[in-house]
C-alpha cells in the first residue's frame, strides 16, 4: 500500500506560482508513472499532467500545457508539479496518484493510489 502526502497548496494570484509536492511512503513508487489530477466543485476529476518512472516522457493537459511543469526526484520518491501564469480557473483541488504501469497515462482508471488532494485557489 503506497500512502501519497500533497504538499505546497494555497492562495495565490492570477499570474502568480505555485509549486506542489507529492512524498510516497514506499519506494516501489519510483517504478512506476506518477500523475497530477484536479477536481473542481461541481466538476469530474480533471488530467493535470503524468510523468513516466524514468521521468523523460511527460504529458499534459491541453489547460496547462506550457504554463505547467511535472517533474520527479525517485530518491526522494517525490513527484513535484510547478505551476506558473496561474488563471482562476486552476482553482481546485490538486491530487497526486501513482499509476499501475511506467508509461504515462492519463486516464484515472491507470492509477493505483492516490493522495488526500491539496487546495489550490487562485484569485483574479
Known amino acids: 500500500q503506497v500512502q501519497l502526502v500533497e504538499s505546497g497548496g494555497g492562495l495565490a494570484q492570477a499570474g502568480g506560482s505555485l509549486r506542489l509536492s507529492c512524498a510516497a511512503s514506499e519506494r516501489t513508487a519510483r517504478n512506476y508513472a506518477m500523475g497530477w489530477f484536479r477536481q473542481a466543485p461541481g466538476k469530474e476529476r480533471e488530467f493535470v499532467a503524468t510523468i513516466n518512472r524514468g521521468g523523460g516522457l511527460t504529458d499534459y493537459g491541453d489547460s496547462v500545457k506550457g504554463r505547467f511543469t511535472i517533474s520527479r526526484d525517485n530518491a526522494k520518491n517525490t513527484v513535484y508539479l510547478q505551476m506558473n501564469r496561474l488563471k482562476s480557473e486552476d482553482t481546485a483541488i490538486y491530487y497526486c496518484?501513482?499509476?499501475?504501469?511506467?508509461?504515462?497515462?492519463?486516464?484515472?482508471?491507470?492509477?493505483?493510489?492516490w493522495g488526500q488532494g491539496t487546495q489550490v485557489t487562485v484569485s483574479s
Open positions: 496518484a501513482v499509476a499501475t504501469s511506467a508509461a504515462p497515462a492519463t486516464w484515472t482508471s491507470s492509477y493505483a493510489y
